[in-house]
């Protein structure tokens, strides 16, 4: 039941992140809903992911891969935009505590002098926050450069 819990909160408060970001974002009325599902889909599927042990990376690029899929049936559906749907759906899993600790670490290293532990700490956190963003790129790119790119006359 305690999953269930967590799974159900972070399905609703990832929506509500999502739905912030549109807003900001000034996406159109009409789409907002489909926003705040696209979070709330991408962050189950990432813990749906991680639930069957793939990394972060992997769990990061398929989530990508399967919301640029749906955000391309939704948009052609809708006549909006793909990037509309899929920019306030993948905030959700942006790798931002890696970023935070990375600075965090640079400006330790600034104030009190480098160390080989601060350094190799920055350079994972660095590199996990990079490499997850770039699967998270490659994931929502990858759906349209395919359909769009190889197979013209699914257009």
Same mark, same amino acid.
């Given at each position: 039941?305690? !999953?269930? /819990? ?8 990832? $929506?509500?992140?999502? @739905?912030?970001?549109? /807003?900001?974002?000034?996406?159109? *009325? *009409?789409? /907002?809903?489909?926003?705040? %599902?696209? $979070?709330?889909?991408?962050?189950? @599927? ?7 042990? %793939?990394? @972060?990376? !992997?769990? =990061? ?17 809708? *006549? ?15 790798? $931002?505590? %890696?970023?935070? *600790?990375?600075?965090? #670490?640079? #400006? ?25 963003? $770039? =699967?998270?790129?490659?994931?929502? =790119? ?14």
């Amino acid at each position: 039941m305690d !999953s269930f /819990l967590d799974f159900l909160l972070n399905f609703i408060f990832a $929506g509500i992140s999502s @739905l912030g970001f549109a /807003l900001v974002f000034n996406v159109p *009325k *009409k789409t /907002l809903i489909y926003c705040a %599902f696209g $979070g709330s889909l991408t962050i189950s @599927l990432r813990n749906l992911f991680l639930y069957f042990d %793939f990394s @972060l990376e !992997s769990s =990061a690029f398929f989530t990508a891969s399967i919301i640029g899929l749906i955000a391309l049936y939704v948009s052609r559906r809708n *006549k909006i935009p793909r990037p509309t749907y899929t920019v306030a759906s993948i905030i959700p899993i942006i790798p $931002g505590s %890696f970023a935070i *600790k990375s600075m965090t #670490i640079l #400006i330790t290293m600034n104030n009190s002098g480098v160390t080989t532990e601060l350094l190799n700490a920055f350079i994972q956190n660095g590199l996990r926050a990079f490499s997850i963003l $770039g =699967a998270i790129s490659f994931g929502i =790119a990858l759906p349209s450069v395919y359909f769009y790119r190889i197979n013209k006359y699914m257009v």
